[in-house]
C-alpha cells in the first residue's frame, strides 16, 4: 500500500492531526469572548463525535453546531464560569486560614470542588449528544460524573496536564504553551470522545 495515499494510515492520521488543530484554533478563538464559550464547547465535541463516527465535515458541522446551539450552550458556559469564579472565589478567600489547618480542611475543600468540577466534564459532552434541557443537562452531568468516575478522573487530569507540565519543566513553558495553542483543548475533548460515546451507549433512552 502507498503510504501517501489518500486512505493509507500515515494520511488519515495527518488528517486527523489537521482536524484537531482546525478545531483546537475555532474553539480557542470562540471562546475568547467569553459568553460564547459554551457554544464553542457543544460544537467542539458535536463534530468530535461525528469525527468519530465517520460523520459530517469538521468546518461546516462545527458552524452549524455553534449556530443552531447558541442559545441554550451559551447559558450552560455563562453557568460552568460563575461556578469556576465562584469556588476561585472562595479559594482566595479562605487560602490564609486553610493554610494553618489540617489535613480535614483541605479535603473538605476539595470535595466542594468536585461538585463544582466533576460535572463539568460531562455537561458539554452531554448537550452535545443528546437534546435536553439545560436543567436536565446539569443534572445528568452531575449524575454521571460521579457513576463514571474513571471517565472524569480521565478528563481532568489530561485538562490539567498542560499546567502540571509547565510547573515541572519551567524552562520548556513556552514550548508547552504553543503545543496548546494547537492541541489544548481539542486533542483532550477528541481522545475523550470516545469514552464519552461508549458511556452515552448506555442512555439510549435520553436520545
Not at 464559550?37 to 467542539?44: H, I, Q, V
Not at 465517520?54 to 447558541?70: N, S
Not at 443534572?139 to 507540565?165: D, E, K
Not at 483543548?185 to 477528541?190: E, Q, S
Request: aromatic fraction near 16%; proline fraction near 5%.
Amino acid at each position: 500500500m502507498n503510504l501517501f495515499s489518500i486512505n493509507s494510515p500515515v494520511m488519515r492520521f495527518l488528517e486527523r492531526v489537521f482536524d484537531i488543530i482546525v478545531l483546537n484554533l475555532m474553539t480557542l478563538i470562540l471562546c475568547i469572548p467569553i459568553v460564547t464559550a459554551g457554544a464553542a464547547m457543544t460544537a467542539l465535541y458535536k463534530t468530535l463525535f461525528d469525527i468519530r463516527q465517520e460523520k459530517g465535515r469538521t468546518v461546516i458541522g462545527f458552524w452549524q453546531t455553534f449556530r443552531a446551539e447558541f442559545r441554550p450552550a451559551m447559558l450552560l458556559g455563562i453557568l460552568a464560569l460563575v461556578a469556576t469564579a465562584a469556588y476561585g472565589g472562595y479559594l482566595f478567600l479562605l487560602y490564609p486560614q486553610l493554610s494553618a489547618e489540617r489535613a480535614w480542611a483541605w479535603i473538605t475543600v476539595a470535595a466542594i470542588g468536585a461538585l463544582f468540577f466533576f460535572p463539568m466534564t460531562f455537561i458539554f459532552p452531554l448537550f452535545a449528544k443528546f437534546e435536553n434541557t439545560v436543567k436536565k443537562t446539569i443534572v445528568n452531568a452531575f449524575y454521571m460524573s460521579i457513576r463514571h468516575f474513571p471517565v472524569t478522573l480521565i478528563m481532568l487530569v489530561m485538562q490539567a496536564a498542560w499546567l502540571v507540565a509547565m510547573f515541572l519543566v519551567p524552562a520548556q513553558a513556552p514550548v508547552i504553551l504553543l503545543a496548546w495553542f494547537f492541541f489544548g483543548i481539542a486533542l483532550p475533548a477528541y481522545l475523550g470522545s470516545g469514552l464519552f460515546l461508549r458511556v452515552f451507549k448506555q442512555y439510549a433512552e435520553l436520545e
